[in-house]
């Protein structure tokens, strides 16, 4: 009988030690849970892109020296770019991924693409264009940022950088500005990428390729991944 009870005693104790080291375990992987969601949504917060495709429906932007609308070029590069930049593990949240603009005015669609960058509170917000100048030999990408950000600065002359990945021999420098709609309304660091000049025929025959345009859009999403880690 009293053997018995020391049995007993012993059974129940390795039971009650079993429970509170199961505890122990469970409360160690919600605590290591929560912990990975903290990074991670960090992360997350940090791997946000908008990528602004710039113009759409009834307006086209600048017509090529060859013909080819800028808003057809500037969706084929936002698009090579969101696919980049999400087999990167970012996600990109698209002004628009169709022909169409996002409202019948000017005004309105503009309204829209800033609110969307505003309310998504991207790390950074990359708006693609083509430039247009009156005499045909002016050629190659810059990159426009907010004269008050020194975010805006730091992705522009990251960016300007990348972009030499596409043409070496490319003199411009990124440029502040404080007039462009987009670049004063907004509340994040925002770029303005004009990727060429539609006036110049070479380069606009270059724009209206895809091999072209899927090097700008790797090359932008180098800028990109290189500003959002914080290397440069
Ligand atoms: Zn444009």
Redesign the pocket.
């Known amino acids: 009988m009293l053997k018995g009870d020391v049995f007993l005693r012993e059974k129940l104790g390795i039971v009650a030690l079993m429970a509170v080291l199961a505890g122990i375990i469970i409360l160690s992987q919600t605590v290591g849970d929560r912990l990975y969601e903290q990074v991670s949504g960090r992360a997350d917060a940090n791997n946000l892109i908008v990528i602004d495709s710039?113009?759409g429906g009834k307006d086209p932007?600048?017509v090529g020296i060859n013909g080819v609308d800028?808003?057809d070029v500037?969706l084929k590069i936002a698009l090579k770019l969101k696919k980049i930049l999400e087999e990167q593990g970012m996600t990109v949240i698209m002004t628009r991924e169709d022909e169409n603009s996002l409202a019948d005015s000017k005004s309105e669609d503009m309204q829209k693409r800033v609110a969307m960058i505003n309310e998504g509170k991207p790390a950074l917000a990359v708006s693609i264009?083509?430039?247009s100048y009156p005499s045909e030999e002016v050629h190659g990408a810059q990159v426009f940022y907010y004269t008050n950000s020194t975010d805006g600065e730091r992705a522009a002359r990251i960016m300007q950088e990348a972009l030499l990945d596409v043409d070496s021999d490319n003199k411009r420098k990124e440029k502040a500005n404080d007039t462009y709609y987009m670049l004063k309304r907004t509340e994040v660091p925002v770029i303005i990428v004009?990727c060429g000049f539609l006036s110049n025929r070479s380069e606009a025959e270059l724009l209206a390729t895809e091999e072209y345009q899927e090097r700008l859009a790797q090359a932008i999403a180098k800028g990109i991944i290189e500003y959002t880690s914080g290397e440069k």
Do not use: D
């Open positions: 710039g113009h932007g600048k800028e808003k500037n264009h083509q430039n004009e």
